[in-house]
Protein backbone atom coordinates (compact mmCIF):
# COMPACT_ATOMS: atom_id res chain seq x y z
CA UNK A 1 0.00 0.00 0.00
CA UNK A 2 2.77 2.21 1.09
CA UNK A 3 4.75 1.78 -2.42
CA UNK A 4 1.38 2.76 -4.50
CA UNK A 5 1.04 5.90 -2.22
CA UNK A 6 4.54 6.76 -2.87
CA UNK A 7 4.00 5.82 -6.77
CA UNK A 8 0.94 8.39 -7.01
CA UNK A 9 2.32 10.90 -5.46
CA UNK A 10 5.73 10.46 -7.67
CA UNK A 11 3.72 10.14 -10.55
CA UNK A 12 1.61 13.24 -9.80
CA UNK A 13 4.52 15.31 -9.42
CA UNK A 14 5.95 13.98 -12.47
CA UNK A 15 2.50 15.07 -14.39
CA UNK A 16 2.94 18.24 -12.67
CA UNK A 17 5.92 19.35 -14.16
CA UNK A 18 4.54 18.30 -17.48
CA UNK A 19 2.34 20.79 -19.15
CA UNK A 20 -1.14 19.34 -20.57
CA UNK A 21 -1.56 19.81 -23.84
CA UNK A 22 -3.59 22.60 -25.34
CA UNK A 23 -6.48 22.23 -26.65
CA UNK A 24 -7.91 23.73 -29.82
CA UNK A 25 -10.63 25.28 -28.07
CA UNK A 26 -7.43 27.28 -25.59
CA UNK A 27 -5.74 28.09 -28.85
CA UNK A 28 -8.37 29.13 -30.88
CA UNK A 29 -9.20 32.30 -27.89
CA UNK A 30 -8.88 35.70 -28.37
CA UNK A 31 -5.59 36.24 -26.57
CA UNK A 32 -6.80 37.44 -22.81
CA UNK A 33 -4.02 39.27 -21.22
CA UNK A 34 -3.39 43.35 -21.86
CA UNK A 35 -2.87 43.96 -25.88
CA UNK A 36 1.30 43.83 -25.77
CA UNK A 37 2.71 47.39 -27.10
CA UNK A 38 2.98 47.47 -30.66
CA UNK A 39 5.67 49.96 -31.04
CA UNK A 40 8.99 48.92 -32.22
CA UNK A 41 10.09 45.89 -34.61
CA UNK A 42 8.30 42.95 -35.23
CA UNK A 43 9.30 39.89 -37.36
CA UNK A 44 7.20 37.77 -39.27
CA UNK A 45 8.06 34.04 -38.33
CA UNK A 46 5.09 31.82 -39.96
CA UNK A 47 2.29 32.16 -41.87
CA UNK A 48 -0.17 29.77 -42.44
CA UNK A 49 -3.73 30.20 -44.73
CA UNK A 50 -6.84 28.66 -45.46
CA UNK A 51 -6.26 27.95 -48.79
CA UNK A 52 -2.46 25.93 -49.56
CA UNK A 53 -2.36 28.58 -52.53
CA UNK A 54 -1.00 31.67 -50.46
CA UNK A 55 2.13 29.59 -48.38
CA UNK A 56 2.69 27.75 -51.98
CA UNK A 57 2.85 31.28 -53.21
CA UNK A 58 5.25 32.43 -50.59
CA UNK A 59 7.03 29.58 -51.59
CA UNK A 60 7.73 30.32 -54.94
CA UNK A 61 7.91 34.18 -54.23
CA UNK A 62 11.31 32.85 -52.69
CA UNK A 63 9.82 33.19 -49.12
CA UNK A 64 9.75 37.10 -48.55
CA UNK A 65 10.44 38.18 -45.17
CA UNK A 66 8.56 40.84 -43.45
CA UNK A 67 10.10 43.23 -40.80
CA UNK A 68 7.47 45.43 -39.65
CA UNK A 69 8.56 48.83 -37.27
CA UNK A 70 5.81 50.09 -35.97
CA UNK A 71 5.20 53.46 -34.48
CA UNK A 72 2.08 55.40 -32.59
CA UNK A 73 0.31 58.08 -34.52
CA UNK A 74 -0.94 61.37 -33.13
CA UNK A 75 -4.60 60.14 -33.27
CA UNK A 76 -5.49 57.44 -30.29
CA UNK A 77 -4.78 53.79 -31.63
CA UNK A 78 -3.70 54.17 -34.70
CA UNK A 79 -0.11 53.11 -36.02
CA UNK A 80 2.04 53.41 -38.45
CA UNK A 81 3.42 50.13 -39.63
CA UNK A 82 6.77 50.24 -42.07
CA UNK A 83 6.85 47.16 -43.35
CA UNK A 84 10.57 45.60 -44.85
CA UNK A 85 10.01 42.99 -47.61
CA UNK A 86 13.04 41.27 -48.26
CA UNK A 87 13.36 39.21 -51.17
CA UNK A 88 16.36 37.21 -53.00
CA UNK A 89 18.57 39.63 -50.65
CA UNK A 90 16.79 42.78 -52.33
CA UNK A 91 14.42 44.73 -49.39
CA UNK A 92 11.92 46.84 -50.58
CA UNK A 93 9.48 49.25 -48.45
CA UNK A 94 5.93 50.32 -47.52
CA UNK A 95 3.99 51.77 -45.27
CA UNK A 96 0.19 50.75 -43.64
CA UNK A 97 -1.68 52.81 -41.21
CA UNK A 98 -3.67 50.56 -39.06
CA UNK A 99 -6.21 51.15 -35.98
CA UNK A 100 -5.79 48.70 -32.85
CA UNK A 101 -7.52 48.58 -29.57
CA UNK A 102 -8.58 45.20 -27.30
CA UNK A 103 -6.47 42.25 -29.30
CA UNK A 104 -8.52 43.81 -33.06
CA UNK A 105 -6.68 45.38 -35.66
CA UNK A 106 -7.86 47.14 -38.83
CA UNK A 107 -5.82 48.57 -41.67
CA UNK A 108 -7.30 52.16 -41.61
CA UNK A 109 -6.87 55.08 -44.72
CA UNK A 110 -5.39 58.22 -44.28
CA UNK A 111 -8.63 59.72 -42.90
CA UNK A 112 -8.54 56.66 -40.75
CA UNK A 113 -11.65 54.92 -41.59
CA UNK A 114 -11.19 51.16 -41.10
CA UNK A 115 -10.70 49.12 -44.63
CA UNK A 116 -11.87 45.97 -44.35
CA UNK A 117 -12.52 43.46 -41.84
CA UNK A 118 -10.71 43.26 -38.18
CA UNK A 119 -7.88 40.77 -37.57
CA UNK A 120 -7.95 39.35 -34.38
CA UNK A 121 -5.21 38.41 -31.75
CA UNK A 122 -5.30 34.65 -30.76
CA UNK A 123 -4.19 32.90 -27.51
CA UNK A 124 -0.04 32.15 -27.82
CA UNK A 125 2.10 30.44 -25.03
CA UNK A 126 5.27 32.38 -26.31
CA UNK A 127 5.63 35.85 -24.35
CA UNK A 128 7.14 37.94 -27.05
CA UNK A 129 4.77 36.77 -30.10
CA UNK A 130 1.79 37.47 -30.91
CA UNK A 131 -0.77 35.30 -33.55
CA UNK A 132 -2.79 37.17 -35.83
CA UNK A 133 -5.87 36.05 -37.67
CA UNK A 134 -6.77 37.90 -40.55
CA UNK A 135 -10.63 37.44 -41.42
CA UNK A 136 -10.11 39.82 -44.70
CA UNK A 137 -10.37 37.77 -48.32
CA UNK A 138 -6.80 36.02 -47.98
CA UNK A 139 -7.51 34.37 -44.56
CA UNK A 140 -4.63 33.87 -42.82
CA UNK A 141 -3.27 32.86 -39.29
CA UNK A 142 0.37 34.87 -38.43
CA UNK A 143 3.08 33.97 -36.01
CA UNK A 144 5.43 37.24 -35.48
CA UNK A 145 7.78 37.89 -32.90
CA UNK A 146 10.22 40.41 -31.36
CA UNK A 147 13.12 37.55 -31.39
CA UNK A 148 14.34 36.38 -35.23
CA UNK A 149 13.54 32.85 -34.30
CA UNK A 150 11.10 31.06 -31.73
CA UNK A 151 11.74 27.87 -30.43
CA UNK A 152 10.35 24.29 -31.49
CA UNK A 153 8.33 24.40 -29.10
CA UNK A 154 6.30 27.57 -29.62
CA UNK A 155 6.71 27.40 -33.61
CA UNK A 156 4.54 23.66 -32.80
CA UNK A 157 1.74 25.59 -30.97
CA UNK A 158 1.21 27.85 -34.00
CA UNK A 159 1.46 24.63 -35.84
CA UNK A 160 -1.63 23.12 -34.15
CA UNK A 161 -3.08 26.23 -33.95
CA UNK A 162 -3.25 26.33 -37.61
CA UNK A 163 -4.56 22.60 -37.82
CA UNK A 164 -7.18 23.53 -35.57
CA UNK A 165 -8.53 25.96 -37.83
CA UNK A 166 -7.87 23.24 -41.02
CA UNK A 167 -5.62 25.59 -42.56
CA UNK A 168 -2.77 24.91 -44.36
CA UNK A 169 0.68 23.71 -42.79
CA UNK A 170 2.41 27.02 -41.71
CA UNK A 171 5.17 28.23 -44.34
CA UNK A 172 8.12 29.27 -41.80
CA UNK A 173 10.32 32.48 -42.74
CA UNK A 174 13.91 33.26 -41.70
CA UNK A 175 13.47 36.78 -40.34
CA UNK A 176 17.54 35.97 -39.23
CA UNK A 177 18.06 36.44 -43.16
CA UNK A 178 16.49 39.81 -43.16
CA UNK A 179 18.31 42.51 -45.25
CA UNK A 180 19.20 45.52 -43.46
CA UNK A 181 19.64 47.97 -46.49
CA UNK A 182 16.04 48.62 -46.98
CA UNK A 183 14.93 51.08 -50.25
CA UNK A 184 11.56 52.22 -51.32
CA UNK A 185 10.86 50.80 -54.44
CA UNK A 186 10.21 54.66 -55.71
CA UNK A 187 14.07 55.02 -55.19
CA UNK A 188 15.41 52.71 -57.56
CA UNK A 189 16.42 53.59 -60.90
CA UNK A 190 14.56 52.51 -63.62
CA UNK A 191 17.67 50.01 -65.17
CA UNK A 192 18.81 48.68 -61.79
CA UNK A 193 15.05 47.84 -60.81
CA UNK A 194 14.72 46.34 -64.02
CA UNK A 195 18.00 44.40 -63.49
CA UNK A 196 16.67 43.36 -60.13
CA UNK A 197 13.20 42.23 -61.28
CA UNK A 198 15.03 39.90 -63.73
CA UNK A 199 16.88 38.05 -61.89
CA UNK A 200 14.37 37.73 -59.29
CA UNK A 201 11.89 36.83 -62.03
CA UNK A 202 14.14 33.70 -63.23
CA UNK A 203 14.59 32.43 -59.65
CA UNK A 204 10.59 32.27 -59.60
CA UNK A 205 9.95 30.57 -62.58
CA UNK A 206 12.79 28.06 -61.58
CA UNK A 207 11.17 27.47 -58.27
CA UNK A 208 8.14 27.11 -59.80
CA UNK A 209 9.42 24.67 -62.11
CA UNK A 210 10.75 22.74 -59.29
CA UNK A 211 8.04 22.96 -57.74
CA UNK A 212 5.72 22.24 -60.38
CA UNK A 213 4.06 18.74 -58.57
CA UNK A 214 3.41 20.69 -55.37
CA UNK A 215 1.62 23.62 -57.33
CA UNK A 216 -0.72 21.18 -59.10
CA UNK A 217 -2.04 19.70 -56.22
CA UNK A 218 -2.59 22.66 -54.60
CA UNK A 219 -4.48 24.36 -56.99
CA UNK A 220 -6.53 20.96 -57.25
CA UNK A 221 -7.23 21.29 -53.87
CA UNK A 222 -8.27 24.62 -54.46
CA UNK A 223 -11.09 24.05 -57.01
CA UNK A 224 -12.36 21.17 -55.12
CA UNK A 225 -12.61 23.76 -52.25
CA UNK A 226 -14.36 26.37 -54.53
CA UNK A 227 -16.65 24.36 -56.25
CA UNK A 228 -17.81 22.99 -52.21
CA UNK A 229 -18.14 26.36 -51.68
CA UNK A 230 -20.16 27.69 -54.59
CA UNK A 231 -22.29 24.43 -55.25
C1 LIG B 1 4.92 55.88 -41.92
O1 LIG B 1 6.30 55.51 -41.75
C2 LIG B 1 7.06 55.57 -42.95
C3 LIG B 1 8.44 55.03 -42.64
O2 LIG B 1 9.00 55.62 -41.50
C4 LIG B 1 7.09 57.01 -43.45
O3 LIG B 1 7.81 57.07 -44.65
C5 LIG B 1 5.64 57.45 -43.71
O4 LIG B 1 5.62 58.78 -44.13
C6 LIG B 1 4.82 57.29 -42.45
N1 LIG B 1 3.42 57.60 -42.74
C7 LIG B 1 2.74 58.55 -42.10
C8 LIG B 1 1.34 58.76 -42.54
O5 LIG B 1 3.23 59.19 -41.18
C1 LIG C 1 -10.27 61.81 -46.79
O1 LIG C 1 -11.25 62.82 -46.59
C2 LIG C 1 -11.17 63.90 -47.51
C3 LIG C 1 -12.19 64.96 -47.10
O2 LIG C 1 -13.40 64.38 -46.74
C4 LIG C 1 -11.41 63.37 -48.92
O3 LIG C 1 -11.30 64.39 -49.86
C5 LIG C 1 -10.37 62.30 -49.24
O4 LIG C 1 -10.63 61.73 -50.52
C6 LIG C 1 -10.40 61.21 -48.19
N1 LIG C 1 -9.30 60.30 -48.41
C7 LIG C 1 -9.47 58.99 -48.56
C8 LIG C 1 -8.23 58.17 -48.75
O5 LIG C 1 -10.57 58.44 -48.51
C1 LIG D 1 -15.60 39.77 -43.15
O1 LIG D 1 -16.11 38.97 -42.10
C2 LIG D 1 -17.43 38.52 -42.33
C3 LIG D 1 -17.90 37.82 -41.07
O2 LIG D 1 -16.95 36.95 -40.56
C4 LIG D 1 -17.44 37.61 -43.56
O3 LIG D 1 -18.76 37.15 -43.80
C5 LIG D 1 -16.93 38.40 -44.76
O4 LIG D 1 -16.84 37.54 -45.88
C6 LIG D 1 -15.56 38.97 -44.46
N1 LIG D 1 -15.11 39.83 -45.54
C7 LIG D 1 -14.20 39.43 -46.42
C8 LIG D 1 -13.80 40.46 -47.43
O5 LIG D 1 -13.70 38.34 -46.39
Redesign the pocket.
Known amino acids: MRTFCVAVIVLSLLSVGQPAPLTCETLMKPRDTEGPDLTGRWFLLALSAEHCITTTLLDVLLRPIFVFDI ?1 S ?1 DASNVY ?1 S ?1 IKITIDGHCFEE ?1 K ?1 FFYKDNQMFEVDSNNTALGNASLFLYSGCPDCIVVKRTDMIKALILISRRKVVTAAELAEFETQARCLGWSKPQVLRAEHASENCRSYHDIPRQEDEAIMQRIHRKVSEKATSMREKIMKCFIEFWVFVYNTVS
Request: glycine share 0%; net charge neutral; charged share 0%.
Open positions: TMNSSM
